[in-house]
């Protein structure tokens, strides 16, 4: 005779690794036939309390019977599915179909009962909330419409569960017993309940990684150079306020320490936690050092190891076994051929990448999927940055590498309430889900500025995420619509982000355009219109303009409740030097300091140091109460049309 789990194929596609509320993983698949001794050790290791709940009597083993109906499913009337962490069960969920008089059913019946177990150990950790969106998608596909439930009213977890899933719902009380009956349409509120928890537990998953308390770097050469060695001494430098180790499987018995770091032939060796693990071992070597990692339970892995699927249908393939390999035991991943990341807090100080230079401390959050790029961004802004600390350097810097796992969505999601980042950049070379991305940035640039370099569209060899098939422009205007700041180049990108993390946001199109040259003058109004501002009708100074005559102009300019913001256009004046530079420079600070609260851009030729004396002069200056210096020098044309888009988005 033919069995119920034969009647239909095994459903791959609804296998799926889920963050969960505390930033770990599981994995979410059907319950198969296989499962009878993985369903029996999780049975055994769930408390009697939360057995009694669930089959409403003292309940202490499973018997034969149980184990055959649990794990015997058709895939269409009768589903099971289990989330996993390291292969073995945490939770399940089942749904079977009945009819209108309560009893098993097949379509047309639409109604289906529903009921969970979770694991005690892993209890309000979101899991039940996850199996229920899953199970109610598997549910909707198979033509099921209705969820039916019976909870004892002293199991108020799972009530809250139900009630807080955002679905229409009816609830009545008979014999002792809550019934809960709850459309599977997705309503308003279901959809923001999904969000939110989709939000706080990919938020979650990166801050584990960009907060750890314990760094294991796994490769450290015992000879000087190489990339294991670079990072732990970025790390040891930068004074990463964790415990830290280095790892090597070639370390001697009685090695010790390595450059005043606590050395281990494996992570297993290490007594205590460790939360992060830095991997720097040939790709051959990683699937090791992720079975140790994942047995001493870490949480997170950052891998800079290449020879994955940058390298072809081999490294493709060795790329997806370490998704699946790290998700088994609850890891995220960022990488692998990843450059690193940052996180400047004084509370963290760690720098787990291959900067050449140590970055500033500020309130710029910083992504890239090319460690090339982000060499170049790191570089650039902290050359670009100046004196003014605090502001302008970054909170902290991803380096996604391939994206096999951890991508710019999930930072995203991190930075939206991340109170130590003011500003976001990304560099994008593709994106893999526009219509995600686009959500998430709608919400996060509402909060905070949000600028982004959108490559072509096509992924990089060796990433992960499928390229989109939306055309370029429509990707542009779906960014442009969610109030994302688009640039074309990491110059522009760098500068943007200098321009919002110094100014005001202002508050409206109208710009007051005032400076020395009647020409650069009239470029920056057309500049202007044609960006969608309203610019008054340049102010010229002419050549023979002093610092005193700069600085009463933009006084008046400020005070005027006809502009929203001022730029200033200035050429050197010739035969005065580094001295003629300084003093223009402190004549426009001060007149940005007496009247607070309008953004000011110096736009001029780069002929001289008035940039530099520019730094130099907002840096030193006291801080007035409005917040940080509020003038920006930039070269001519380079930040003009992000203004238009500075103002908060909606």
């Not at 229920?132 to 009530?159: D, Q, S, T, W, Y």
């Not at 072509?456 to 960014?479: E, F, I, K, M, Y």
Request: with cysteine; charged share 20%; hydrophobic share 40%.
């Amino acid at each position: 005779m033919q069995s119920a789990s034969d009647r239909h194929e095994y459903p791959a596609h609804w296998e799926a690794d889920v963050v969960l509320r505390d930033g770990g993983t599981a994995r979410i698949r059907p319950i198969t036939v296989d499962d009878a001794d993985r369903l029996v050790s999780f049975y055994e290791q769930v408390s009697d309390e939360s057995k009694y709940y669930r089959f409403f009597a003292p309940y202490p083993r499973l018997s034969a019977k149980d184990v055959h109906r649990f794990t015997h499913h058709d895939f269409v009337d009768r589903v099971g599915l289990a989330a996993t962490v390291g292969g073995e069960f945490i939770a399940t969920v089942r749904y079977d179909r009945i009819g209108a008089d309560g009893m098993p059913a097949s379509a047309p019946a639409d109604e289906a009962e529903v009921a969970f177990l979770v694991q005690d150990a892993h209890q309000g950790r979101g899991v039940a909330s996850a199996l229920l969106e899953h199970i109610g998608a598997v549910a909707r596909e198979r033509g099921i419409r209705r969820f039916a439930a019976e909870v004892l009213p002293a199991n108020v977890k799972m009530i809250k569960v139900f009630t807080d899933a955002g679905y229409t719902q009816k609830r009545s009380f008979e014999d002792g017993v809550v019934r809960l009956e709850f459309d599977l349409e997705p309503t308003d509120r279901s959809l923001a309940v999904q969000y939110a928890r989709e939000q706080r537990a990919e938020s979650r998953s990166v801050q584990r990684l960009l907060t750890p308390g314990s760094v294991a770097v796994v490769g450290v050469g015992r000879t000087p150079g190489g990339v294991g060695r670079s990072v732990l001494g970025n790390i040891r430098d930068y004074g990463f306020n964790g415990r830290l180790y280095a790892v090597n499987k070639a370390f001697t018995e009685e090695q010790k320490e390595l450059d005043g770091v606590p050395a281990h032939r494996s992570v297993r060796d290490i007594d205590g936690p460790v939360d992060l693990a830095v991997v720097a071992v040939p790709a051959e070597q990683v699937p090791e050092v992720v079975a140790e990692c994942g047995a001493h339970g870490v949480q997170g892995l950052v891998v800079l190891s290449a020879g994955y699927a940058e390298s072809g249908p081999e490294g493709r393939e060795r790329q997806r076994e370490l998704v699946r390999h790290a998700r088994a035991y609850g890891m995220r991943i960022i990488g692998p051929n990843a450059f690193g990341i940052i996180n400047t807090s004084p509370d963290v100080r760690l720098n787990a990448s291959l900067a050449p230079e140590t970055p500033r401390p500020g309130r710029i959050g910083l992504f890239a999927q090319s460690g090339a790029i982000g060499i170049a961004l790191l570089s650039r802004l902290h050359r670009r940055g100046g004196g003014v600390t605090g502001v302008t350097g970054v909170s902290t810097f991803v380096s996604a590498g391939n994206r096999a796992d951890v991508s710019g969505n999930d930072v995203l999601q991190y930075w939206y309430d991340d109170p130590d980042t003011d500003v976001v950049l990304m560099y994008l070379e593709s994106i893999g889900n526009p219509r995600k991305f686009t959500r998430l940035a709608r919400r996060t640039a509402a909060a905070k500025p949000l600028v982004v370099v959108q490559g072509s569209g096509t992924a990089p060899q060796g990433h992960a995420v499928r390229a989109t098939r939306l055309p370029h422009a429509t990707v542009s205007a779906l960014l442009r619509q969610a109030g994302v700041i688009r640039v074309d180049t990491i110059t522009e990108l760098v500068d943007t982000g200098l321009l919002l993390a110094r100014q005001p946001l202002p508050t409206g199109p109208r710009v007051a355009i005032l400076g020395n040259s009647e020409s650069l003058g009239l470029l920056t109004y057309d500049a202007c219109v044609a960006e969608g501002l309203r610019p008054s009708t340049p102010l010229d100074l002419t050549t023979a303009a002093t610092p005193a005559d700069f600085h009463a102009a933009l006084a008046r300019a400020l005070a005027d409740d006809a502009y929203d913001a001022v730029i200033v256009t200035a050429i050197p004046a010739v035969g005065e030097g580094s001295a003629g530079d300084a003093a223009l420079a402190e004549a426009l600070r001060s007149a940005a300091e007496q009247v607070p609260g309008k953004p000011v851009l110096v736009v001029h030729v780069e002929l001289g140091g008035l940039a530099e004396a520019l730094s130099a002069a907002t840096s030193t200056a006291p801080q007035a109460a409005a917040g940080p210096p509020k003038i920006r020098a930039d070269h001519p044309f380079r930040a003009l049309d992000r203004l238009r888009a500075a103002p908060a988005p909606g």
